[in-house]
């Protein structure tokens, strides 16, 4: 299943089971002592991502796979970010341009883009965010590539997504694994020490930004 058949099939499960009106996250919620519902929860993960990336007013923010937008008009309604969602699901952008001008959002824009090959300037943002969203890269490492460019010397990367202990797993855990992902139009996983190196994270680029992880 590719992705944009993926979202379109499951937009009324999203919309009505796992949405709140005030809050169109497409994201598992971040449960700890600031959070223990399911609403409360989803918004705690773009509080927390928005402390890991030290987002501030007036920040740059490109949201990668903005699903709703519900990131998009955290950041605007919490930190005052500028910020930019990008999807390739046109059902998701049509939602992202109603929910705005229900919010009267004057800090927010959508774009349809692929975060892997993206329409902007090289340096163009403060952060780059992907909340549950780079998994679906069918090349992770391009994900990184385009994300690197377009972020500004300084700039912070923050991921929240989903992983895989080890590569690889067993035989029968490797078929396992795949079947598991691909209803939901995930190619394969990254391991945590891919995500924490820095040349591969960066796909072998030169360079000082700063990709907002802590290599050990």
């Not at 959508?110 to 952060?127: L, Q, Y």
């Not at 460019?149 to 590569?167: E, I, K, N, T, W």
């Not at 924490?196 to 802590?214: D, E, H």
Request: contains cysteine; charged residues 25%.
């Amino acid at each position: 299943m590719d992705v944009k058949t993926y979202y379109d099939d499951t937009r009324f499960d999203y919309r009505v089971i796992w949405n709140h009106p005030e809050n169109v996250a497409m994201h598992f919620g971040y449960y700890d002592e600031h959070a223990d519902k399911h609403r409360a929860a989803l918004n705690n993960m773009n509080r927390a991502l928005a402390d890991l990336a030290a987002v501030q007013a007036g920040d740059r923010v490109l949201d990668a796979g903005c699903g709703m937008g519900s990131a998009c008009f955290w950041l605007e309604e919490n930190r005052q970010a500028h910020v930019t969602g990008i999807s390739i699901v046109a059902s998701h952008l049509e939602d992202c341009r109603k929910n705005a001008r229900k919010r009267n959002s004057t800090l927010t824009t959508f774009i349809e883009a692929d975060f892997c090959n993206t329409p902007f300037p090289d340096a163009s943002f403060d952060v780059v965010w992907a909340c549950e969203s780079q998994c679906h890269a069918d090349n992770k490492a391009d994900f990184y590539k385009e994300m690197y460019r377009v972020l500004r010397p300084g700039g912070r990367l923050v991921v929240a997504d989903y992983m895989r202990v080890s590569r690889p797993v067993s035989a029968l855990g490797e078929s396992l694994l795949k079947d598991w992902l691909r209803p939901w139009a995930i190619p394969d996983l990254d391991t945590r020490e891919h995500l924490t190196n820095p040349r591969a994270l960066a796909g072998g680029i030169n360079g000082t930004k700063q990709m907002g992880f802590n290599p050990k």
